[in-house]
């Protein structure tokens, strides 16, 4: 009898667990918005852009551990090592179903959100030099 027990117990579990996803991060958040999840910390892991490094390849940063936080008070900090480097106000905006996010306000630079992932995110501007791209990890 807890032969059988056991054996039921342990089917649950596993019949329980086998809807999980294997990869957490790689869950898309259809149902979620930007303004739901960007608050915390961001690591930026690459960066795309033309002007600056000559294609528009993905250059991943490695040494520089630049990184951007989301304070729930509408303010920002982008770092670079440690040190803060640039502390301003944002916004999510939303225009046409597309997701951007507004670093500084009133004025500043709209990063126009092309993937919404719950630990990895990425942004992409337009510039009078071509298209800036960067991914984002959450910390």
């Known amino acids: 009898m807890k032969k059988i ?3 039921f117990t342990v089917l649950a579990l596993f019949n329980g667990c086998s809807f999980l ?13 930007l303004d739901e999840i960007v608050y915390g910390a961001w690591e930026i892991q690459a960066i ?21 936080e989301f304070f ?7 770092t ?8 301003r106000a944002f916004a999510v905006v939303i225009d046409n179903g597309v997701e951007s996010l507004q670093m500084g306000i009133p ?16 942004i992409q501007r337009e510039t009078e030099n071509g298209l800036i ?4 990890r959450r910390k």
């Open 5 to 7: 027990f056991y054996l």
């Open 21 to 33: 996803p294997e990869q957490p991060d790689d869950i898309l958040l259809d149902t979620d918005s």
């Open 48 to 68: 795309s852009d033309a002007h600056t490094y000559g294609t528009t390849e993905w250059k991943s940063i490695v040494n520089a551990s630049p990184a951007l």
């Open 72 to 78: 729930v008070n509408g303010q920002y900090e982008l």
């Open 80 to 87: 670079l090592d440690g040190q803060v480097i640039e502390q």
């Open 107 to 122: 004025e500043g630079y709209r990063w126009e959100v092309t993937q919404l992932q719950e630990n990895n995110l990425e």
């Open 133 to 136: 791209k960067q991914r984002l």
